[in-house]
């Protein structure tokens, strides 16, 4: 079925459901846009929604600018479509904004490659300036990555695009890609050496996407 339009969707997901994960978050977006009424369209024998997702939110992360990109039959009004949308999501996720995109625009999990994040509920950290000045001088800065398939060591100095002190507590910018990717939730820790007590205590939210182009500029996505 080929698509006339296609609409990019940003929500917010609260810290009331947090814990949910990426899978469950896909699964009630989706059941939200099959019962908004519009015209999406559906691929193959099991008739399936053409919609993609911007890159997972870890589990326990809040956010305020989450994304999905959903093909449209017909041209759908932006403001008609958040207010189906609205009526369709559950407590603790609110669309934010809706947008037309070109239909052959890339996924969006692929047109962003760059998000801020605060971190808050830090407490009794010791020379957090002097060891974010340490942080910039380095050249590299080796973090090691344990997943439950493999470990390996990863250099996160050039994903740092920048890291301060905010009133609200620590914001970050940071970049990723395919295989090149560090978390707040791993980073912080690291650079400054808190302690289990203060890692749980954390609070983290993504709060906008970009894209930055070879130049270093920062397009809004």
Known sequence: ???ITKIRVKYSKNRDVCMLSHLEVVAIVKNSVEKSGLPV???GENKKLCI???PPLPVGYSSL???FDVEMQQRVEPESAKQAF???IPSGFEVKSVYGVPVFSPPVDTAVNAAE????????IENGDLKIREFY???EYLIERITDKSAHTIDVR???KEIKFVENGIFLLLRFGPKRTIKPDVLIPKIFSLNEEQKMSMRIERIAFYCEKEDGVLRSV
């Open 1 to 3: 079925m080929r698509a």
């Open 65 to 67: 600018c989450e994304l």
């Open 52 to 54: 993609a997702f911007g």
């Open 117 to 124: 994040y605060m971190v808050s509920n830090l407490k009794n």
């Open 137 to 139: 001088s380095k050249n």
């Open 158 to 160: 050039p994903l740092v």
């Open 41 to 43: 369209c559906l691929r």
């Open 86 to 88: 609205s009526k369709n």
